[in-house]
Protein backbone atom coordinates (compact mmCIF):
# COMPACT_ATOMS: atom_id res chain seq x y z
CA UNK A 1 0.00 0.00 0.00
CA UNK A 2 1.11 3.55 -0.59
CA UNK A 3 1.97 5.30 2.43
CA UNK A 4 0.38 8.51 3.38
CA UNK A 5 2.64 10.97 3.02
CA UNK A 6 3.74 12.75 6.66
CA UNK A 7 3.65 16.70 5.53
CA UNK A 8 0.54 16.36 3.12
CA UNK A 9 -2.02 16.84 5.81
CA UNK A 10 0.26 19.37 7.74
CA UNK A 11 -1.18 23.12 8.35
CA UNK A 12 -4.12 21.76 6.53
CA UNK A 13 -7.78 23.48 7.38
CA UNK A 14 -9.90 19.88 7.28
CA UNK A 15 -13.38 19.68 8.51
CA UNK A 16 -14.57 16.60 9.92
CA UNK A 17 -18.37 16.38 10.45
CA UNK A 18 -19.84 13.38 13.12
CA UNK A 19 -15.98 14.15 13.90
CA UNK A 20 -17.43 12.44 17.63
CA UNK A 21 -18.47 9.50 16.31
CA UNK A 22 -16.68 6.15 16.06
CA UNK A 23 -14.96 6.77 12.75
CA UNK A 24 -14.77 10.47 12.83
CA UNK A 25 -13.06 10.54 16.51
CA UNK A 26 -10.29 7.96 14.77
CA UNK A 27 -10.14 10.21 11.64
CA UNK A 28 -9.57 13.29 14.68
CA UNK A 29 -6.79 11.80 16.09
CA UNK A 30 -5.05 10.75 12.91
CA UNK A 31 -5.65 14.10 10.77
CA UNK A 32 -4.12 15.81 14.28
CA UNK A 33 -1.07 12.88 14.59
CA UNK A 34 -0.56 14.40 10.61
CA UNK A 35 -0.80 18.22 11.95
CA UNK A 36 -3.45 19.02 10.35
CA UNK A 37 -5.46 21.99 11.71
CA UNK A 38 -8.75 20.00 12.32
CA UNK A 39 -12.28 21.61 12.68
CA UNK A 40 -15.35 19.09 13.98
CA UNK A 41 -18.33 19.40 13.72
CA UNK A 42 -21.15 17.36 15.34
CA UNK A 43 -24.58 17.56 17.32
CA UNK A 44 -23.19 16.20 20.58
CA UNK A 45 -20.08 14.50 21.96
CA UNK A 46 -21.04 11.43 21.40
CA UNK A 47 -21.06 8.12 24.01
CA UNK A 48 -19.35 8.35 27.34
CA UNK A 49 -16.64 5.95 26.46
CA UNK A 50 -15.87 6.84 22.82
CA UNK A 51 -13.03 7.77 21.75
CA UNK A 52 -13.86 11.42 21.54
CA UNK A 53 -14.60 11.73 24.82
CA UNK A 54 -11.86 9.59 27.16
CA UNK A 55 -9.13 10.62 24.75
CA UNK A 56 -9.54 14.55 25.26
CA UNK A 57 -8.97 15.14 21.82
CA UNK A 58 -11.41 17.91 21.24
CA UNK A 59 -8.77 20.35 23.36
CA UNK A 60 -6.26 19.69 20.38
CA UNK A 61 -9.05 20.89 17.74
CA UNK A 62 -11.36 23.63 16.98
CA UNK A 63 -14.84 21.69 18.58
CA UNK A 64 -18.24 22.66 17.68
CA UNK A 65 -21.82 21.73 18.60
CA UNK A 66 -24.67 22.34 15.49
CA UNK A 67 -26.44 19.92 13.92
CA UNK A 68 -25.73 18.99 10.06
CA UNK A 69 -29.48 20.29 8.69
CA UNK A 70 -28.96 23.60 10.28
CA UNK A 71 -27.97 25.74 7.16
CA UNK A 72 -26.34 28.60 9.08
CA UNK A 73 -24.39 26.59 11.04
CA UNK A 74 -22.61 25.36 8.28
CA UNK A 75 -22.65 28.41 6.39
CA UNK A 76 -20.59 29.88 9.39
CA UNK A 77 -18.13 27.04 10.16
CA UNK A 78 -17.43 27.75 6.30
CA UNK A 79 -16.90 31.42 6.59
CA UNK A 80 -15.13 31.24 9.80
CA UNK A 81 -12.87 28.54 9.59
CA UNK A 82 -12.72 28.48 5.42
CA UNK A 83 -11.88 24.54 5.08
CA UNK A 84 -9.61 23.14 2.69
CA UNK A 85 -10.55 19.85 3.08
CA UNK A 86 -13.98 18.52 3.89
CA UNK A 87 -14.46 14.90 5.42
CA UNK A 88 -18.64 14.25 5.45
CA UNK A 89 -19.09 11.85 8.43
CA UNK A 90 -21.85 13.11 10.34
CA UNK A 91 -25.36 10.78 9.46
CA UNK A 92 -27.93 8.17 10.79
CA UNK A 93 -25.53 5.34 10.55
CA UNK A 94 -28.43 2.74 12.17
CA UNK A 95 -30.59 0.44 9.52
CA UNK A 96 -33.14 -0.53 12.70
CA UNK A 97 -33.33 2.97 13.48
CA UNK A 98 -34.26 3.87 10.06
CA UNK A 99 -37.26 1.88 10.37
CA UNK A 100 -38.40 3.18 13.53
CA UNK A 101 -37.58 6.82 12.23
CA UNK A 102 -37.23 7.06 8.29
CA UNK A 103 -37.85 10.78 7.91
CA UNK A 104 -35.41 11.48 10.17
CA UNK A 105 -32.96 9.60 8.56
CA UNK A 106 -33.62 10.79 5.23
CA UNK A 107 -33.33 14.41 6.53
CA UNK A 108 -29.78 13.88 8.83
CA UNK A 109 -28.28 11.62 5.83
CA UNK A 110 -29.32 13.37 2.79
CA UNK A 111 -30.63 16.96 3.20
CA UNK A 112 -27.26 17.31 5.97
CA UNK A 113 -25.39 16.26 2.42
CA UNK A 114 -26.91 18.84 0.31
CA UNK A 115 -26.49 21.95 2.49
CA UNK A 116 -22.43 21.03 2.80
CA UNK A 117 -22.66 20.53 -1.06
CA UNK A 118 -24.23 23.81 -1.15
CA UNK A 119 -22.02 25.52 0.77
CA UNK A 120 -19.18 24.13 -1.32
CA UNK A 121 -21.15 25.73 -4.59
CA UNK A 122 -21.23 28.92 -2.78
CA UNK A 123 -17.68 28.73 -1.39
CA UNK A 124 -15.04 31.46 -3.56
CA UNK A 125 -11.72 29.25 -3.05
CA UNK A 126 -10.52 25.93 -3.71
CA UNK A 127 -11.77 22.72 -1.77
CA UNK A 128 -11.61 18.98 -1.73
CA UNK A 129 -14.73 17.15 -0.39
CA UNK A 130 -14.90 13.40 0.56
CA UNK A 131 -18.26 12.13 1.44
CA UNK A 132 -18.69 8.53 3.56
CA UNK A 133 -21.48 7.22 2.74
CA UNK A 134 -21.96 3.17 2.79
CA UNK A 135 -21.33 -0.19 0.95
CA UNK A 136 -25.47 -1.04 1.13
CA UNK A 137 -25.57 2.52 -1.26
CA UNK A 138 -26.07 -0.63 -3.52
CA UNK A 139 -28.93 -2.23 -4.99
CA UNK A 140 -28.23 -5.45 -3.29
CA UNK A 141 -29.05 -8.58 -4.98
CA UNK A 142 -27.27 -11.22 -2.37
CA UNK A 143 -24.80 -12.03 -5.19
CA UNK A 144 -21.38 -13.94 -4.30
CA UNK A 145 -18.97 -11.35 -5.64
CA UNK A 146 -18.53 -7.86 -4.68
CA UNK A 147 -20.09 -4.59 -6.14
CA UNK A 148 -18.10 -2.49 -8.25
CA UNK A 149 -18.19 1.34 -8.01
CA UNK A 150 -20.30 1.68 -11.88
CA UNK A 151 -23.40 -0.84 -10.37
CA UNK A 152 -26.41 0.44 -9.76
CA UNK A 153 -27.48 2.53 -6.62
CA UNK A 154 -30.46 1.05 -4.27
CA UNK A 155 -31.45 -0.02 -1.14
CA UNK A 156 -34.28 -1.78 0.27
CA UNK A 157 -34.34 0.10 4.37
CA UNK A 158 -34.70 3.76 4.20
CA UNK A 159 -30.86 3.91 5.63
CA UNK A 160 -29.44 1.78 2.43
CA UNK A 161 -31.65 3.92 0.40
CA UNK A 162 -30.20 6.91 2.00
CA UNK A 163 -27.07 6.47 0.64
CA UNK A 164 -28.21 5.46 -2.26
CA UNK A 165 -29.56 8.80 -2.67
CA UNK A 166 -26.28 10.53 -1.38
CA UNK A 167 -24.84 8.96 -3.75
CA UNK A 168 -26.86 10.49 -6.65
CA UNK A 169 -27.09 13.63 -5.15
CA UNK A 170 -23.79 13.70 -4.97
CA UNK A 171 -23.10 12.92 -8.72
CA UNK A 172 -25.77 15.22 -10.07
CA UNK A 173 -23.66 18.11 -7.96
CA UNK A 174 -20.12 17.14 -9.91
CA UNK A 175 -21.55 17.04 -12.88
CA UNK A 176 -23.77 20.27 -12.72
CA UNK A 177 -21.50 22.48 -10.58
CA UNK A 178 -17.85 20.60 -9.77
CA UNK A 179 -17.31 19.05 -13.34
CA UNK A 180 -13.53 18.11 -13.92
CA UNK A 181 -13.69 19.18 -17.09
CA UNK A 182 -14.42 22.85 -15.56
CA UNK A 183 -12.26 22.36 -12.72
CA UNK A 184 -10.02 25.72 -13.51
CA UNK A 185 -13.09 27.78 -13.06
CA UNK A 186 -14.60 26.31 -9.53
CA UNK A 187 -11.34 24.57 -8.70
CA UNK A 188 -13.61 21.96 -6.44
CA UNK A 189 -13.36 18.18 -6.42
CA UNK A 190 -15.94 15.87 -5.00
CA UNK A 191 -15.43 12.24 -3.89
CA UNK A 192 -17.40 9.95 -2.32
CA UNK A 193 -16.10 6.57 -0.33
CA UNK A 194 -18.27 3.50 0.21
CA UNK A 195 -16.90 1.21 2.90
CA UNK A 196 -17.87 -2.52 4.74
CA UNK A 197 -18.96 -3.01 7.84
CA UNK A 198 -15.77 -1.53 10.08
CA UNK A 199 -15.17 -2.80 13.46
CA UNK A 200 -12.60 -1.50 15.77
CA UNK A 201 -11.98 0.31 19.30
CA UNK A 202 -14.90 3.00 20.22
CA UNK A 203 -17.83 1.92 18.67
CA UNK A 204 -21.03 1.85 21.64
CA UNK A 205 -23.81 2.43 18.82
CA UNK A 206 -26.84 0.04 19.61
CA UNK A 207 -27.55 -2.83 17.61
CA UNK A 208 -24.12 -3.10 16.43
CA UNK A 209 -22.57 -6.68 17.26
CA UNK A 210 -19.05 -5.48 18.11
CA UNK A 211 -20.86 -3.34 21.04
CA UNK A 212 -23.21 -6.12 21.91
CA UNK A 213 -20.50 -8.53 21.78
CA UNK A 214 -18.04 -6.54 24.63
CA UNK A 215 -21.22 -5.94 27.00
CA UNK A 216 -21.93 -9.62 26.95
CA UNK A 217 -18.49 -10.40 27.82
CA UNK A 218 -18.29 -7.46 30.65
CA UNK A 219 -21.73 -8.63 31.98
CA UNK A 220 -20.61 -12.20 31.79
CA UNK A 221 -23.80 -12.88 29.65
CA UNK A 222 -24.60 -15.01 26.21
CA UNK A 223 -24.90 -12.64 22.93
CA UNK A 224 -28.07 -12.79 21.32
CA UNK A 225 -27.07 -12.94 17.63
CA UNK A 226 -30.05 -11.57 14.83
CA UNK A 227 -28.23 -13.25 11.72
CA UNK A 228 -25.65 -16.02 12.34
CA UNK A 229 -25.00 -17.11 9.13
CA UNK A 230 -24.88 -13.31 7.26
CA UNK A 231 -21.88 -13.07 5.55
CA UNK A 232 -19.95 -9.26 5.98
CA UNK A 233 -17.44 -7.26 4.57
CA UNK A 234 -15.74 -6.51 7.95
CA UNK A 235 -12.57 -4.50 8.48
CA UNK A 236 -10.82 -2.74 11.21
CA UNK A 237 -12.19 0.81 11.16
CA UNK A 238 -8.01 1.98 9.71
CA UNK A 239 -8.10 0.10 6.93
CA UNK A 240 -11.30 2.37 5.94
CA UNK A 241 -9.74 5.87 7.20
CA UNK A 242 -6.56 4.79 5.26
CA UNK A 243 -8.46 4.34 1.98
CA UNK A 244 -9.58 7.66 2.40
CA UNK A 245 -6.25 9.50 3.71
CA UNK A 246 -4.62 7.86 0.82
CA UNK A 247 -7.66 9.45 -1.43
CA UNK A 248 -7.67 13.01 -0.14
CA UNK A 249 -3.30 12.86 -0.56
CA UNK A 250 -4.14 12.36 -3.94
CA UNK A 251 -6.31 14.98 -4.64
CA UNK A 252 -4.69 17.35 -2.38
CA UNK A 253 -1.68 16.81 -5.24
CA UNK A 254 -3.83 18.15 -8.04
CA UNK A 255 -5.16 14.94 -9.20
CA UNK A 256 -8.32 15.68 -10.09
CA UNK A 257 -8.72 12.18 -11.73
CA UNK A 258 -9.48 11.07 -8.54
CA UNK A 259 -12.76 12.13 -8.55
CA UNK A 260 -15.52 9.95 -8.15
CA UNK A 261 -16.88 6.99 -6.33
CA UNK A 262 -14.45 4.44 -4.22
CA UNK A 263 -14.77 1.42 -2.45
CA UNK A 264 -12.91 0.33 0.58
CA UNK A 265 -13.41 -2.96 1.63
CA UNK A 266 -11.16 -6.00 2.99
CA UNK A 267 -9.79 -8.74 1.38
CA UNK A 268 -12.47 -11.31 0.16
CA UNK A 269 -11.12 -14.04 3.07
CA UNK A 270 -12.32 -11.41 5.79
CA UNK A 271 -15.99 -12.11 5.04
CA UNK A 272 -16.83 -14.42 7.81
CA UNK A 273 -19.80 -14.78 9.06
CA UNK A 274 -21.63 -13.08 12.00
CA UNK A 275 -21.49 -16.26 14.24
CA UNK A 276 -17.65 -17.10 13.13
CA UNK A 277 -16.70 -13.38 14.23
CA UNK A 278 -18.59 -13.72 17.87
CA UNK A 279 -16.97 -16.84 18.33
CA UNK A 280 -13.25 -15.66 17.10
CA UNK A 281 -13.80 -12.69 19.60
CA UNK A 282 -14.25 -15.00 22.63
CA UNK A 283 -11.77 -16.65 21.73
CA UNK A 284 -9.26 -13.87 21.50
CA UNK A 285 -10.90 -12.47 25.02
CA UNK A 286 -10.37 -15.91 26.55
CA UNK A 287 -13.93 -16.04 27.43
CA UNK A 288 -16.15 -19.29 27.54
CA UNK A 289 -19.46 -17.80 26.83
CA UNK A 290 -21.74 -18.39 24.07
CA UNK A 291 -24.23 -16.94 21.17
CA UNK A 292 -27.78 -17.80 21.17
CA UNK A 293 -29.84 -17.25 18.36
CA UNK A 294 -32.62 -13.97 18.90
CA UNK A 295 -35.93 -15.53 19.33
CA UNK A 296 -38.01 -13.06 17.78
CA UNK A 297 -38.09 -13.11 13.96
CA UNK A 298 -36.71 -9.67 12.73
CA UNK A 299 -39.30 -7.58 11.62
CA UNK A 300 -36.93 -5.94 8.61
CA UNK A 301 -35.06 -6.66 5.76
CA UNK A 302 -31.01 -7.81 6.06
CA UNK A 303 -29.17 -8.40 3.31
CA UNK A 304 -27.54 -12.25 3.65
CA UNK A 305 -24.50 -11.35 1.95
CA UNK A 306 -22.53 -8.37 0.77
CA UNK A 307 -19.09 -7.39 -0.71
CA UNK A 308 -17.14 -4.89 -2.32
CA UNK A 309 -14.99 -5.01 -5.01
CA UNK A 310 -11.79 -3.10 -4.32
CA UNK A 311 -9.97 -3.49 -7.43
CA UNK A 312 -10.06 0.24 -8.78
CA UNK A 313 -8.19 1.48 -5.28
CA UNK A 314 -5.81 -1.90 -5.69
CA UNK A 315 -5.13 -0.48 -9.55
CA UNK A 316 -5.19 3.38 -9.47
CA UNK A 317 -4.35 4.24 -6.13
CA UNK A 318 -2.35 1.48 -4.83
CA UNK A 319 -3.87 0.60 -1.89
CA UNK A 320 -4.75 -2.72 -0.07
CA UNK A 321 -6.26 -3.95 3.24
CA UNK A 322 -3.04 -4.43 5.93
CA UNK A 323 -4.97 -6.15 8.43
CA UNK A 324 -6.82 -9.36 7.65
CA UNK A 325 -9.94 -10.74 9.75
CA UNK A 326 -8.21 -12.10 13.04
CA UNK A 327 -5.38 -9.40 13.03
CA UNK A 328 -8.35 -6.88 12.89
CA UNK A 329 -10.07 -9.31 15.63
CA UNK A 330 -7.10 -9.32 17.98
CA UNK A 331 -6.68 -5.32 17.82
CA UNK A 332 -10.64 -4.89 18.26
CA UNK A 333 -10.45 -6.96 21.47
CA UNK A 334 -7.35 -5.33 22.71
CA UNK A 335 -8.68 -1.83 22.46
CA UNK A 336 -12.06 -3.14 24.50
CA UNK A 337 -9.80 -4.75 27.11
CA UNK A 338 -7.85 -2.12 28.00
CA UNK A 339 -10.02 1.07 27.47
CA UNK A 340 -10.92 1.46 30.67
CA UNK A 341 -6.85 0.97 32.38
CA UNK A 342 -4.75 3.14 30.19
CA UNK A 343 -4.76 6.20 28.25
CA UNK A 344 -7.08 5.97 25.61
CA UNK A 345 -5.18 9.02 23.58
CA UNK A 346 -1.71 6.12 23.70
CA UNK A 347 -3.63 3.15 22.71
CA UNK A 348 -5.52 4.68 19.85
CA UNK A 349 -2.01 6.55 18.38
CA UNK A 350 -0.06 3.18 19.24
CA UNK A 351 -2.50 0.96 17.00
CA UNK A 352 -2.34 3.76 14.55
CA UNK A 353 1.35 3.25 14.64
CA UNK A 354 1.17 -0.22 14.23
CA UNK A 355 -1.13 0.13 10.95
CA UNK A 356 1.34 2.19 9.26
CA UNK A 357 4.55 0.29 10.28
CA UNK A 358 2.56 -3.17 9.28
Known amino acids: M ?9 GKRVLITGHTGFKGSWLTMWLTKLGAKV ?3 SLDSGHKNGIFNLSQIGKDIIDIRGDIRDEQKIKYVFETYKPEIIFHLAAQPLVKYSYQYPKDTYSINVMGTLNILEEMRKYSEPQIGIFVTS ?4 QNNDWDWGYREIDPMGGIDPYSSSKGCCELLISSYRDSYFNTQQFMEHQKVLATVRAGNVIGGGDWAVDRIIPDVVKAIKGKQDIIVRSPNAIRPWQHVLEALSG ?5 SKLLEGNIKYSGAWNFGPHSHNGITVKELVE ?3 QHWGYSGSWKL ?18 KANRLLQWF ?3 DIYETIEKTTDWYKNYETVSIKELCYRQINEYCNF
Open 2 to 10: EYIKSDVFK
Open 39 to 41: IGL
Open 135 to 138: DKCY
Open 244 to 248: YLVLA
Open 280 to 282: NIF
Open 294 to 311: ENKQTTFYEAKILKLDIS
Open 321 to 323: PRW
